[in-house]
């Protein structure tokens, strides 16, 4: 069964920074790329950024560009995003999601884990 | 970026009746064009993908139609568990969202 396990969320200042982890299991790990989807409360959805199988090729949204920056650990099973310099609008609730793929060209999000809430405040 | 608009935002449907969701791209996605179900509390849920290919596991009172800018979703026969939020999802360039579709019980 695949599981997708955030962790790392919390409450935060503007401007600081956090650190987000994914443990995945029940699937091979490095034959997949890998997304964070994100939710503002009581909004829909966004997609934060991807990294491929390899980690050759990763993306990211315009809003998170230069700031947020995703990465993997093939051998930990891990995905992670570091967010820095963090905003009132980038609070949401973050999605671990599995692609279907490997390379990241057709991005289809066939699962996902329960999410981490981020809450950025002064 | 591709916008990707829903409609309508809302719709209420009676069970046991058909529901009928759209989604607009701002350009030709192809059939790159996803469907997810998302209940309250819960993470969403992929149900099509490739415009018509349903999941693993979604019932077949789901389909999906269309290409290039317009898209469908169509539940046959609503059932209780099906009221829901449904997003659509282009991934022909990066990947936008719609901003979904509340579907209610009339």
């Known amino acids: 069964e695949v599981q997708l396990v955030e962790s790392g969320g919390g409450s935060v200042q503007p401007g600081r920074s956090l650190r987000l982890s994914c443990a995945a299991s029940?699937?091979?790990?490095?034959?997949?790329?890998m997304h964070w989807v994100r939710q503002a409360p009581g909004k829909g959805l966004e997609w934060v950024s991807g990294?491929?199988?390899?980690?050759?090729?990763?993306g990211y949204a315009d809003s998170v560009k230069g700031r947020f920056t995703i990465s993997r650990d093939n051998a930990k099973n891990s995905l992670y995003l570091q967010m820095n310099s963090l905003r009132a609008e980038d609070m949401a609730l973050y999605y671990c999601?599995?692609?279907?793929?490997?390379?990241?060209?057709?991005?289809?999000?066939?699962?996902w884990g329960q999410g981490t809430l981020v809450t950025v405040s002064s | 970026e591709i916008v990707m608009t829903q409609s309508p935002v809302t719709l209420s449907v009676s069970p046991g009746e058909r529901a009928t969701l759209s989604c607009r791209a701002s350009?030709?996605?192809?059939?790159?064009l996803a469907w997810y179900q998302q209940k309250p509390g819960q993470a969403p849920r992929l149900l099509i993908y490739?415009?018509?290919i349903r999941a693993t596991g979604i019932p077949a009172r789901f389909s999906g139609s269309g290409s290039g800018t317009e898209f469908t979703l169509t539940i046959s026969i609503l059932q209780s568990e099906d009221f829901a939020v449904y997003y659509c999802?282009?991934?022909?360039?990066?990947?936008?969202f719609g901003q979904g579709t509340r579907l209610e019980i009339k």
């Open positions: 029940g699937f091979t790990f490095d034959d997949y790329a």
């Open positions: 350009q030709s996605v192809s059939s790159k």
């Open positions: 999802q282009q991934y022909n360039h990066w990947i936008t």
């Open positions: 990294i491929s199988s390899n980690t050759n090729n990763r």
């Open positions: 490739g415009a018509s």
């Open positions: 999601v599995k692609d279907i793929g490997s390379n990241m060209v057709a991005t289809i999000l066939d699962y």
